[in-house]
């Protein structure tokens, strides 16, 4: 993170009411400017230009829906401050600042449709959409920095298949393309339990490839999950893979040890 990047997170939460839009959408995540106005008795010229400052910050990211512009936390500007300033001071009486960067990571929006939240994270790489489109999709690259190779030709109807690289060719993952727009946009279904009785719809995955110059804005949102077991499982399972992935892009390496194999208590 830096210095100019610090500073503008820091500024954005200096300011009240901006704290306020933030606590919003951490009660309820992905909200419209109208959802957030009627909440807040703000008026709607006033909650843009604080939601600008917030954007900007990189604390709040936007997907659009359609029409809408459903408004999300993006912790990764937070996690960074509490790396540098918190993480190092290991101590019982901070074990409380563990569970909020926790809750943080999991920026989740309610679904009417579901009890279950869904879920979404964002990063930025500094590579080209290609490049991100390619470790998505390539198994090769996969293998590497998620330890699964994805194999699919990547067209819209065609299965896919989440495979061990540990040579067993064990399939812990299947699913199918729901879309695919390289090297912009890829949906695929994802059922992590397809062996087990009984029927369920799978979940759902979506990677938004966004370019701006030299970096790359990745949206992974997760939709439609079963219940609040996978919700963990993939709240601490999303960030150490794209983080892997962002490290390979940038380095040429993934990280020095798989992120997911730390224990809970750093998760």
């Known amino acids: 993170m830096s210095f100019e990047a610090m500073d503008a997170a820091f500024k954005a939460l200096a300011d009240p009411t901006r704290r306020l839009l933030l606590d ?6 992905g909200q419209t400017l109208r959802e ?6 703000m008026a709607r010229q006033s909650a843009t230009q604080h939601l600008d ?4 910050a ?15 936390l993006n912790p990764a500007p937070i996690h960074e401050i509490e790396e540098r300033w918190i993480s190092e001071f290991d101590k019982p009486r901070l074990q409380t600042l563990s569970a909020i960067k926790n809750r943080a990571e999991e920026y989740a929006m309610t679904d009417t449709s579901s009890s279950v939240p869904n ?6 790489i500094h590579a ?21 190779a994805n194999v ?7 299965p896919w298949e989440h495979r061990r690289a540990d040579g067993s060719g064990v399939v812990d993952v299947v699913g199918r393309v729901l879309e695919t727009d390289p090297p912009k946009r890829l949906v695929v279904t994802f059922e992590d339990a397809p062996d087990a009785e009984g029927t369920r719809e799978p979940s759902v995955v979506t990677f938004l490839v966004e370019p701006h110059q030299d970096i790359v804005r990745l949206t992974v949102t997760h939709e439609n999950l079963p219940n609040e077991e996978m919700l963990n499982g ?3 399972g999303w960030p150490a893979v794209v983080a892997n992935l962002k490290s390979l892009l940038e380095t040429g390496e993934v990280l020095p040890q798989a992120p997911w194999e730390m224990s809970p208590a750093h998760t």
């Open 24 to 29: 919003r959408l951490r009660e309820q995540n």
């Open 36 to 41: 957030l106005c009627d909440r807040l008795d």
């Open 53 to 56: 400052v917030l954007v900007r």
């Open 58 to 72: 990189e604390l709040v990211t936007v997907v659009r829906r359609g029409r809408e512009r459903l408004h999300y």
């Open 119 to 124: 879920y979404v994270y964002v990063t930025y």
């Open 128 to 148: 080209s959409a290609e490049q991100v489109w390619q470790a998505l999709t390539d198994a090769d690259l996969t293998a590497r920095y998620w330890g699964h």
């Open 152 to 158: 699919s030709d990547w067209q819209p109807g065609s």
């Open 234 to 236: 993939i709240s601490s």
